[in-house]
């Protein structure tokens, strides 16, 4: 899907939902859960005569975004009225900032198609209200009608604007997962709630005209949303159809575009300075901020390297989410660093997202208990992804599934030398033929016969181990 021909900039709206209240007033942002329209006031519903107070915290937080996005923090910045009507904002105009944004000139790092490192550049970082939001009976072209919740009007938003840097939809998946995990480093930001991170993307093809793609809301849809949008350029370019710049709304059902509107310029919004709010001086108050700022992806990546000894690649996926970044210091701390990643890593993380679940569910003490057992030779590997497996398919209580219980419980423990030679004696008695073919020079017949050692022993044998044994065993008949 990459081919070089194909362009992508994205406009991502991020929710400070850490924040406890909105950003012009003392509502709570704890909405999630509540029913609609709960979490409202005078200001956040924009009645006559209210006035909008600045929350601090918010500042302090679009500050922290800015500067671990390596913008430069703008001495003063200013708010503006975006004038335009529509159901989910009452005032009719939203509070954002225009041509005094708080960041400009940023940039991070992903990882490219190639495999690369690479630099996407980010164009600028401002804060401005989040509307309410519209529950539309039915798709967005066909519905009935549609209700409204204020009760995410007012949140505070930022909007991170990238540089046309992206070539493939999965770059834009990979600058997204970034822009996630560093957001979720810095604690201003829990993207598992609804509604955290929405996504607008324009997307052309070399000499065509650009589509902007609104309010996606997940990193898979956006892979997908624009692979829509490729081919569905691409094969109007192959037809001769004349391209417009339009807006386009994703539809996550049916997996589809469609045309809402040709695209509105700036001048359409008669964006004008927010009469209620003083232009704010910023600079003062970056220093501050800066030195709080926590140790961020990147850096963490490389002191784990440098640290544990562990290989980039481990220490990259260990990384990209804060939580299994915790968990895996705590682990590195007890067992031995590089084993503790290549489980950490290559199986934990693999079972958690099969089951789509977080980190919290599975505790540090297990990981370092089943890692022992293992350096010990008490359990194969086999035996040591079994427990990790019924540890995170329990329901209950996580005390009752310690790995020694579960290796008791389950008949784990690797079977001792005694137990394998005799099944190894027992496995070459019974397999006549792979022995035969193995005397006639197929070397591969062994791999039958260590089948049945391990079918025999339950899998508690180790593969290695019985694969020598087998070899040795034959060898002397
Ligand atoms: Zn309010």
Redesign the pocket.
């Known amino acids: 899907m990459a081919g070089g021909d194909v362009i992508i900039g994205l406009e991502v709206h991020v929710q400070l939902n850490r924040l406890r209240s909105?950003l012009f007033?003392?509502?709570s942002t704890d909405y999630h859960a509540s029913d609609p329209n709960t979490?409202?006031?005078p200001?956040?519903?924009g009645l006559p005569g209210t006035l909008p107070v600045m929350n601090r915290r918010a500042v302090e937080y679009a500050i922290r975004v800015a500067l671990a996005l390596n913008c430069e923090i703008q001495g003063e910045t200013l708010f503006y009225r975006k004038n335009y009507y529509y159901p989910d904002l009452p005032k009719a105009f939203q509070i954002t900032q225009y041509d005094f944004p708080l960041g400009m000139g940023g940039s991070i790092l992903i990882k490219g198609e190639d495999g690369e490192e690479k630099k996407i550049r980010i164009t600028r970082v401002h804060m401005e209200e989040d509307p309410g939001r519209l529950v539309h009976a039915g798709t967005i072209d066909r519905a009935k009608y549609s209700m409204v919740d204020y009760n995410r009007c007012?949140m505070a938003l930022l909007e991170v604007v990238t540089e046309p840097d992206l070539r493939s939809p999965k770059e834009a998946r990979s600058f997204l997962d970034k822009l996630r995990n560093i957001l979720e480093y810095l604690d201003v930001f829990d993207g598992g709630l609804e509604g955290a991170m929405r996504i607008d993307s324009n997307i052309s093809l070399v000499g065509g005209e650009r589509a902007e793609v609104k309010n996606i809301s997940s990193h898979k849809g956006v892979e997908k949303a624009l692979a829509y949008e490729i081919t569905r350029q691409r094969s109007a370019r192959r037809r001769g159809v004349a391209q417009v710049q339009e807006t386009r709304h994703y539809d996550e059902l049916r997996a589809i575009t469609v045309s809402i509107r040709t695209k509105e310029e700036a001048h359409d919004y008669r964006y004008f300075p927010e009469p209620d709010l003083v232009p704010m001086r910023i600079a003062d108050w970056v220093p501050e901020v800066e030195a709080e700022l926590p140790e961020l992806p990147d850096a963490k990546r490389e002191r784990f390297v440098a640290e544990y000894g562990i290989a980039d690649d481990h220490a990259r996926s260990l990384t990209s989410e804060i939580r299994v970044a915790n968990f895996y210091e705590v682990v590195a701390k007890r067992a031995p660093s590089r084993l503790a990643a290549a489980w950490i890593a290559d199986v934990l993380k693999g079972e958690l997202n099969y089951r789509d679940i977080t980190i919290d569910k599975f505790s540090p003490d297990h990981m370092v208990e089943i890692l022992s057992m293992l350096e010990g030779g008490k359990i194969t590997e086999k035996g040591a992804v079994e427990v990790i497996r019924t540890i995170l398919d329990h329901s209950g209580d996580l005390s009752e599934v310690t790995p020694t219980r579960v290796v008791e419980a389950k008949g784990l423990a690797r079977a001792g030398n005694d137990a394998v030679k005799a099944a190894v004696r027992a496995a070459v008695e019974e397999s006549a033929q792979a022995v035969a073919d193995y005397r006639a020079g197929n070397e591969k017949a062994i791999n039958f016969i260590v089948g049945v050692v391990m079918k025999k022993t339950r899998g508690r044998a180790d593969p290695g181990e019985a694969n020598r044994l087998v070899k040795e065993t034959l060898d002397e008949i």
């Open positions: 909105k007033c003392g509502c979490h409202t006031c200001v956040c519903l007012g």
